[in-house]
Nanobody, 126 residues
Framework: QEQLVESGGGLVQPGGSLRLSCDVSKLTQSLGARAWFRQAPEKEREVVSAMTITGLNTWYADSVKGRFIISKDDAKNTMYLQMNSLKPEVTAIYYC???????????????????WGQGTQVTVSS
């Protein structure tokens, strides 16, 4: 089901930056771990970054480590993915995801997440 609302995708030149946002305010349940996934054409959906409920523990795919930052603002019911130094190979549809449960562990498995956004297209091209 899609109960998270993403925004911030678009077309950007190589080397540029984008910040994706994910509004979780429509959910009434307590949420735990959060993550961002992406799916490129003809490829499986893969995890990009994940975080625990506190936001203190994070995980990044090797391909984005040092360039992407996951975060959340509980007061705004929003999670973010700051993407810097973008490369064409990161072009994909990006999805935010949230899990119920305690959320003390970082979860990188797709089946660990209960709620998903509709996806936002990120295209890196000159």
């Amino acid at each position: 089901q899609e109960q998270l609302v993403e925004s911030g995708g678009g077309l950007v030149q190589p080397g540029g930056s984008l910040r994706l946002s994910c509004d979780v305010s429509k959910l009434t349940q307590s949420l735990g771990a959060r993550a961002w996934f992406r799916q490129a054409p003809e490829k499986e959906r893969e995890v990009v970054s994940a975080m625990t409920i506190t936001g203190l523990n994070t995980w990044y795919a090797d391909s984005v480590k040092g360039r992407f930052i996951i975060s959340k603002d509980d007061a705004k019911n929003t999670m973010y993915l700051q993407m810097n130094s973008l490369k064409p190979e990161v072009t994909a549809i990006y999805y935010c995801a949230a899990a119920t449960g305690a959320g003390w562990s970082v979860e990188s498995r797709r089946d660990a997440y209960d709620y998903w956004g509709q996806g936002t297209q990120v295209t890196v091209s000159s």
